[in-house]
């Protein structure tokens, strides 16, 4: 069982920049494959961008290149999100997720386990 606990986001202002973070239980956190995802009011969930397992390989979403980026810090079980450049249009409640097995990291369903999500408001 992992569990992953989310922490940051809150309310900034167009142009501003916020940093998530998640952080891992369990002892082979180098082994998951570790993503962000967001999902606004009356949208699907979105998948931001995925860090690999194996060499810290990133693919990012063309909704976020350029203005966000993932990290990972093995030694602490900590993936984080950097925000910068925000726009309205990135309000929405943000998850990390894991993927244990190896799944195809550009897919929902290869995820099994879930942050808690946090709100991100982003006022024009």
């Known amino acids: 069982q992992v569990q992953l606990v989310q922490s940051g986001g809150g309310l900034v202002q167009a142009g501003g920049s916020l940093r998530l973070s998640c952080t891992a239980s369990?002892?082979?956190?180098?082994?998951?494959?570790m993503a962000w995802f967001r999902q606004a009011p009356g949208k699907d969930r979105e998948l931001l961008v995925s860090i690999s397992r194996i060499d810290s390989t990133t693919d990012y979403a063309d909704s976020v290149k350029g203005r966000f980026t993932i990290s990972r810090d093995n030694a602490k079980n900590l993936v984080s999100l950097q925000m910068n450049s925000l726009k309205p249009e990135d309000t929405a409640v943000y998850y990390c997720?894991?993927?244990?097995?190896?799944?195809?990291?550009?897919?929902?369903?290869?995820?099994?386990?879930w942050g808690q999500g946090t709100q991100v408001t982003v006022s024009s």
């Open positions: 997720a894991a993927s244990t097995y190896s799944g195809n990291p550009s897919r929902e369903y290869s995820y099994n386990y």
């Open positions: 369990g002892r082979t956190f180098s082994t998951y494959t």
